[in-house]
């Protein structure tokens, strides 16, 4: 199987005034092709530092993150950026969609930083709203939305730039059991098409349908659960 992110010994300190926190402290952890992993643990044990090194929205202060086998520790904030929007998707508990815009706007916008041309990204995005089943709220803005229409548009967007790994953060946290179960399913689906997916969460449930569950403490990985029988193809997450 192919390594799509890799932690390499990555650490984060923060200095808060004299004191030095460590949010993440050594950490090697590989995510391969086509898994879904669980990111689970309490405030402050690491796991949202981890998922903001993993979107290239930060950098480790020691030790490497490799993303699609290359090094991106280094990069500037520009070269970051450009990683950020082509290869990778997030979808967040908040939706973050821009409130102006409506359903198509908001995905065209990851294609928008790529200069894909607009026809080019008015198609790819009708396309995405329709395999979300929006297909009747194309013109729509988010206030006209439902929360779950909301994070199906989030999750659209996510895969406009048709990313290497796809990134949520509570992805069902702001819905009922009902919707979120819904959106859940269209993880799922995903993730059987050969989506690599990375998911943070709090909730065991969500973590259930992972194959992997990688729990944190005080910034170190404190457990690793598999799936049995729940396992990407081609073999288990290493």
């Known amino acids: 199987m192919t390594a799509v992110a890799e932690l390499r010994g990555a650490s984060r300190v923060y200095q808060m005034g004299s004191t030095e926190v460590r949010a993440l402290d050594h950490v090697d952890l590989v995510f391969q092709q086509g898994e879904y992993a669980a990111?689970?643990?309490a405030?402050?044990?690491?796991?949202?530092?981890?998922l903001n090194i993993l979107g290239c929205l930060d950098r480790p202060t020691a030790g490497q993150y490799l993303l699609g086998g290359r090094d991106v520790s280094g990069l500037d904030d520009d070269e970051l950026s450009r990683e950020r929007n082509e290869r990778l998707g997030f979808v967040f508990q908040a939706y973050n969609l821009i409130p102006h815009l409506t359903v198509l706007e908001n995905i065209e916008v990851p294609m928008e930083y790529a200069e894909v041309a607009h026809a080019v990204?008015?198609?790819?995005?009708?396309?995405?709203a329709v395999r979300m089943g929006l297909g009747d709220r194309l013109h729509h803005r988010p206030t006209e939305l439902s929360?779950?229409?909301q994070q199906r548009v989030a999750i659209a967007r996510s895969l406009a730039n048709d990313p290497m790994v796809l990134l949520a953060d509570e992805p069902t946290?702001?819905?009922d059991s009902k919707t979120g179960a819904e959106i859940l399913g269209l993880l799922d689906e995903l993730n059987d098409a050969g989506r690599t997916l990375i998911v943070v969460t709090h909730d065991p449930l969500v973590a259930?349908?992972?194959h992997r569950t990688v729990t944190m403490h005080?910034?170190?990985?404190?457990?690793?659960e598999l799936r049995a029988g729940n396992a990407p193809a081609g073999g288990g997450p290493a």
């Open 39 to 41: 990111i689970m643990g």
């Open 43 to 50: 405030s402050g044990s690491g796991k949202s530092t981890m």
């Open 121 to 128: 990204a008015r198609e790819r995005a009708t396309s995405l």
């Open 147 to 149: 929360g779950g229409q």
């Open 173 to 175: 946290g702001n819905l």
């Open 208 to 210: 259930a349908r992972a």
């Open 218 to 224: 005080d910034g170190k990985i404190a457990r690793v």
